[in-house]
């Protein structure tokens, strides 16, 4: 009895990786997504402006040394949190009218190893994914090696994902 409900509860969870739960049925024009483009030159500004690109920057959170990321950080972090409880009590939908859903989250010791993994390779390299585009935009090109090196990353978790901790 238990294996039973335990073999049903992966199978939902296996359609839930398999599945996108808020991907859109809409198609668009090409044009449609210059929308994006320019929110997204904005968003690069916005980092730049606001240092949240600079690799000195990014040392001293790493080494303690500042409150700048952290404060950043954590203004996100409630920000989106503020986010989720408006759209959950108001159920908010998408501006076509499209339901949001959140899919319920299960924690995993995977999530540990990849944490520490992204937490090192940021240290490391003075860049997380977001920024890259910015850092790049704004003259560093070595960062190109940080870009493919997140690529790469990505890829190989693609090809080893069913041998790797969930």
């Given at each position: ?58 040392q ?31 159920n908010?939908?998408?501006i ?71």
């Open positions: 009895m238990q294996q039973n409900r335990d073999t049903e509860k992966d199978l939902q969870l296996g359609e839930l990786d398999v599945m996108c739960v808020n991907e859109s049925g809409l198609e668009h024009k090409w044009q449609h997504n210059i929308k994006y483009l320019i929110i997204g030159i904005l968003f690069g500004i916005v980092f730049v402006k606001s240092e949240v690109i600079s690799w000195f920057r990014i001293e959170m790493f080494r303690l040394q500042s409150f700048h990321m952290y404060g950043i950080i954590g203004s996100a972090v409630i920000t989106g949190m503020i986010s989720i409880f408006l759209i959950k009590k108001f908010i939908k998408t076509y009218g499209e339901p949001i859903k959140i899919a319920p989250k299960t924690f995993n010791k995977g999530q540990i190893y990849g944490g520490l993994i992204f937490g090192f390779g940021w240290a490391i390299t003075g860049a997380c994914p977001g920024p890259l585009f910015a850092q790049i935009g704004t003259g560093a090109t070595v960062i190109t090696v940080t870009l493919l090196s997140a690529i790469a990353g990505t890829w190989v978790y693609g090809a080893l994902r069913e041998k790797l901790p969930h």
